[in-house]
């Protein structure tokens, strides 16, 4: 089993930053996968970046540039510094961790941004 502790969401106005981090413990096994998605009211979870234990990262489209995604291997701690956000980032974001054919997921933090 792996637990996921999410911090970091908030209300933000748009066109600020904020930072994001996930702390895992348990069986971390690696190599394993952390990242983030996010989940939009009516919609389903999507991907916004992930970051393998050996620093492969993938971002959604819609985030390159102004998401940057990093991991502390030593800390098993993942995190999502944003930058430039926008009102349609507003949502849900979960934190994940899949390793060996299983992913466990964090409670989630809300992101807002408005003015």
């Known amino acids: 089993q792996v637990q996921l502790v999410e911090s970091g969401g908030g209300l933000v106005q748009p066109e600020g930053f904020l930072t994001l981090s996930c702390a895992a413990s348990g069986s971390i096994f690696r190599p394993n996968t952390m990242g983030w998605y996010r989940h939009f009211p009516g919609k389903t979870r999507e991907l916004v970046a992930t970051m393998t234990s050996g620093a492969r990262t993938n971002y959604a489209d819609s985030v390159k540039g102004r998401f940057t995604i990093s991991r502390d291997n030593a800390k098993n701690t993942v995190y999502l510094q944003m930058n430039s956000l926008k009102p349609e980032d507003t949502a849900v974001y979960y934190c994940?961790?899949?390793?060996?054919?299983?992913?466990?997921w964090g409670k989630g933090t809300l992101v807002t941004v408005s003015s």
């Open positions: 994940s961790f899949a390793a060996g054919g299983t992913a466990y």
